[in-house]
């Protein structure tokens, strides 16, 4: 089973497996978005807002997400895979870099 993640930052869409991180997902068709660190839950370059859909997680660094931020849907995006499709934002310290657009300084 794959499902459709889409990020709202880009407007950019792409078929992630179930068991497939959404990091790698994403790797593995060569696209970009959601900026690429650590691949380990390590860095936090990563991180991402799941604005709507359902997805397994694996513990991840409260250096990184917070309890607050994760009941929100921060998560980073290679400790996550979808079970449905999925919607996102990305809210790591990269995004800068990926939004090129001055919405944020
Ligand atoms: S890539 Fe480093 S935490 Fe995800």
Redesign the pocket.
Known sequence: MSYKVFIEDTQEEYQCREDQHL?SGMEALGRKGIP???????????KIEITSGQYTKRVMSRD?VTVEEEARGCV????VKPQTDISLKVVGKMKKNVVRVGIEK
């Open positions: 990091l690429v660190g650590c691949r380990g839950g390590g860095c936090g370059v990563c990184h980073l995006a290679c400790r």
